[in-house]
């Protein structure tokens, strides 16, 4: 067993939760005494598909928000297209949401429990005169609803009479007629703009084995019929959706306010989950997996909760993305840095650091003796003793990653070189003396070094500097291992943007994916069990993957990498007259244009930020800063943002800005700075620095409301 495993994820975390706008109703219904003030949520998945991120963000707020207010939350699955259910996706989203943190108890539903009190009510409606059967083919009641420029008009069934309605739905019901050949419709308002109130079909013909009620039935109920009617049978409060079905909410409240209903539960829609280089669609999720572009729903290059898992997320991770970002009124789309932060940051004080090599290359010791082995204790995690260390072998033969290695070396180059000397992580200092080579290729094949016995632990006993520390891994005791070196699936940043011909598929990234079969690690790999996770030290953060690992065969996922450095070293360091040389030609090729021309912004720049009100809760200064303050700001999400503002020489007593309403660029991309996590800017305006005043507003509008 790894040293990960002993420090097992506690349960949802207790927190406190600040206010937002779902959290405000539910609070004004708890004052007015509805539902006898109890909270009673659902998390409603359709099981044609696996959960994905979005739904992760859906799931902790329904359950966490039942959770907080000391209510319940039920797991009900939405069964009601038999076409495209399976148990499969059932049985993967029980397991999602129990990896997740959350538990339903006893209270798992299926909206095919209802098929038969459904059925009464809808039997109820035609009595009523609200619901009739039509026999309009499907294209035919396209054209008679018409569209929002183009009226309705009446179907020539709308009107028959409701006991005839009522015998026939029965015999739909006792299947007398073929698919397609009848439909139930509500008899809602022709008139309404809302295309979901122009009588929309109830019930439809389908004769379509159900994977738990079988041939049981050959008519279903369509999704909006059954959706809040199954919220009310279970005493469901607050029905918590996402955007896409606010223009549904009359629908449903046309439903319930003609059945025989005490106190249906009231509906909070809130702004759907985007990410920066990803689909979401679990219609294009599907045809990803059908088409073979990855291999299954748990390709930990997927967006879903079990390839996430499978890449080495961690459920507090996730929770703790949900957090950030919280609940808004309005779609917009979240960096998926944000994620890869949120993992980041949780890998970092849970995993255990170990070494791996992924690119191999041999290093000779000269001066060692063949069977010389001198072990060294290396700290498991650097900063939690309790993880305790693990033995790490020192021997003649070594390997270090290939990229470690520069035969002509820039000046700031602190790896290994010819003449140039390291230190090995936890064992000594190393000098490179030769590097050989293949004779035919030229290509480095054997590094000869030397190492000085006196420098254990990596010290240098006489206090010379050595800057350069390098992972390496003993050649007589490593495991090898298959390393899979996951990155993003897409290369654009929205792929449903595409180009004139062309669709998200074209934005694939060809290196999302690179199996590294000839990796060599540590000894104390070699224990590694499905699922635990490591810091692969200097290269990121690996788990040993759930499917394939095993001890004959171990198998490491890259799950985010760590920042690299000499990326930015190598970048600066490009030839100058390589620069000035492409500033020229780029001077020459660019078209010429008024003097004022590059002064301008096109709308769509200015369109991309999404301005948000944000209420100052808390401000103070930043201690070592001349000229920051500190800024926690409710922008009406699940958490207060908190944002550091260069605004301090206008504002020397940051409590009056406690209260007010300001302007938050909300879509920023997180950055970390110094004092801690800046998450969005407050726009301020003025005569320089000095004199830099908040934008603020006088009138009542709410946290989270857009600006434009």
Avoid at 180 to 191: I, N, P, S, T
Avoid at 639 to 648: L, V
Wanted: charged share 30%; aromatic share 10%; net charge negative.
């Amino acid at each position: 067993m790894c040293a990960e495993t002993k420090k097992a994820e506690s349960p949802v975390e207790e927190k406190a939760k600040p206010s937002n706008f779902i959290r405000d109703f539910i609070d004004e219904d708890i004052a007015a005494g509805r539902w006898g003030a109890k909270v009673h949520t659902r998390f409603p998945p359709e099981p044609n598909g696996y959960l994905h991120i979005g739904h992760a963000k859906s799931i902790c707020l329904n359950f966490g928000i039942a959770k907080d207010y000391n209510g319940q939350c039920n797991l009900r699955f939405d069964d009601t297209n038999p076409t495209k259910e399976d148990v499969e996706y059932v049985d993967s989203i029980k397991e999602d949401i129990h990896w997740l943190g959350f538990d339903w108890e006893d209270r798992e539903y299926y909206a095919s429990d209802y098929f038969e009190q459904l059925y009464q009510w809808a039997e109820y409606l035609i009595e009523q005169g609200k619901a009739y059967v039509d026999e309009l083919s499907l294209e035919e009641i396209k054209e008679y609803r018409g569209n929002y420029y183009k009226k309705a008009k009446e179907s020539p069934w709308r009107n028959r009479p409701a006991e005839e309605s009522l015998d026939l739905f029965r015999r739909m019901r006792a299947g007398e007629f073929g698919d397609g050949e009848k439909v139930l419709r509500a008899k809602g308002d022709l008139e309404s703009p809302n295309m979901n109130l122009r009588d929309p079909i109830m019930y439809r013909i389908r004769r379509v084995h159900h994977h738990r009620t079988g041939d049981k039935w050959c008519i279903y109920p369509m999704y909006d019929w059954a959706h809040g009617q199954s919220d009310a049978i279970e005493g469901i409060s607050h029905s918590i959706c996402t955007l896409e079905f606010e223009n549904h909410r009359p629908l449903y409240d046309w439903f319930t306010a003609n059945l025989p209903l005490k106190e249906p539960p009231r509906q909070i829609e809130f702004a759907r989950l985007n990410l920066t280089y990803t689909v979401m669609s679990k219609r294009m999720l599907l045809q990803l997996v059908e088409e073979k572009h990855v291999l299954g729903w748990d390709d930990p290059r997927m967006p879903t909760v079990s390839g996430l898992r499978r890449r080495g997320f961690t459920p507090a991770s996730i929770r703790n993305f949900a957090d950030q970002i919280g609940v808004a009124k309005a779609d917009s789309t979240v960096d998926v840095g944000l994620l890869e932060y949120c993992v980041r940051e949780d890998l970092n004080q849970h995993a255990p650091r170990v070494m791996a090599v992924l690119n191999p290359l041999k290093v000779t010791i000269t001066n060692m003796k063949d069977d010389e082995v001198v072990w060294f204790d290396a700290p498991l995690h650097p900063e939690d003793e309790s993880y305790g260390t693990r033995r790490v072998p020192l021997t003649r033969e070594l390997y270090v990653e290939r990229d470690d290695f520069m035969e002509d070396a820039p000046k700031k180059w602190f790896r290994l070189a010819p003449g140039k000397e390291v230190r090995l992580r936890y064992a000594c200092l190393l000098t490179c003396t030769e590097a050989v080579k293949d004779p035919a290729t030229g290509e480095v094949t054997e590094l000869l070094c030397t190492w000085d016995p006196e420098s254990h632990g990596g010290k240098s006993p006489d206090g010379r500097r050595v800057r350069g520390t390098l992972h390496w891994v003993s050649a007589s005791h490593a495991v090898d291992a298959e390393v899979r070196l996951y990155d993003r699936l897409f290369t654009k940043e929205n792929p449903m943007d595409a180009d004139d011909g062309k669709t998200f598929k074209d934005y694939m990234n060809p290196d999302s994916l690179q199996e590294l079969t000839h990796c060599k690690a540590e000894p104390h790999l070699a224990t590694a069990q499905p699922e635990d996770r490591f810091q692969f030290e200097r290269l990121g953060y690996f788990v040993a993957d759930r499917r394939d690992h095993n001890s004959d065969h171990p198998v490491f996922n890259r799950t985010v990498t760590l920042r690299d450095s000499w990326a930015k070293i190598a970048k600066k360091q490009a030839p100058e007259k390589g620069k000035k040389k492409q500033a020229k030609k780029n001077k020459e090729q660019a078209p010429q244009t008024d003097a004022n021309t590059e002064k301008y912004i096109t709308i769509n720049d200015v369109s991309k930020l999404d301005l948000r009100v944000g209420m100052v809760r808390h401000a103070e200064l930043v201690e070592g800063a001349d000229k920051l303050l500190k800024v926690m700001v409710d922008l009406g999400e699940a958490r207060e943002r908190q944002i550091f503002a260069g605004i301090r020489a206008s504002y020397p007593d940051p409590a009056v800005l406690v209260g007010r309403r300001v302007i938050v660029v909300a879509n920023l991309k997180p950055r970390k700075m110094r004092f801690g996590m800046s998450e969005g800017m407050i726009l301020a305006g003025g005569g320089g620095t000095e004199n830099l005043g908040v934008a603020t507003f006088d009138t009542e509008l709410k946290p989270g409301d857009k600006v434009s």
